[in-house]
């Protein structure tokens, strides 16, 4: 599976973005999908998830009711839609695939990666 993010770029505080991951390659349908991010000088962390079939979602407590995750598998495309976005929310993001449906937030669970696309909030 190859996935490839877009949709980063440059948000005032309080604005809102949508991050869409498109997949290629292997089966999407059977993939449980994740967005985790990066910020500088820190750890990846994970920051939502949805499972394949039953669509159910998780988020990250610093995300929660800010962020949606949902997933179009006609257009095997996953999107995190992310409003109120804080100076804290700057990191470069990452879809990633888990071939167990699991919907973990352990980034170690996944084993396909996009290549990252930067979202910079400024205050």
């Known amino acids: 599976v190859q996935l490839q993010a877009s949709g980063g770029g440059l948000v005032q505080a309080g604005g809102s973005l949508r991050l869409s991951c498109t997949a290629s390659g292997r089966p999407f349908g059977s993939y449980a999908m994740g967005w985790f991010r990066q910020a500088p000088g820190k750890e990846r962390e994970f920051v939502a998830a949805i499972k394949w079939g039953n669509s159910m979602t998780y988020y990250a407590d610093s995300v929660k009711g800010r962020a949606t995750i949902s997933r179009d598998n006609a257009k095997i495309t996953v999107y995190l839609q992310m409003n109120s976005l804080k100076p804290e929310d700057t990191a470069v993001y990452y879809c990633?695939?888990?071939?167990?449906?699991?919907?973990?937030?352990?980034?170690?669970?996944?084993?396909?990666w996009g290549q990252g696309t930067l979202v910079t909030v400024s205050s």
């Open positions: 990633a695939a888990d071939r167990t449906n699991s919907g973990t937030s352990d980034s170690s669970k996944y084993d396909y």
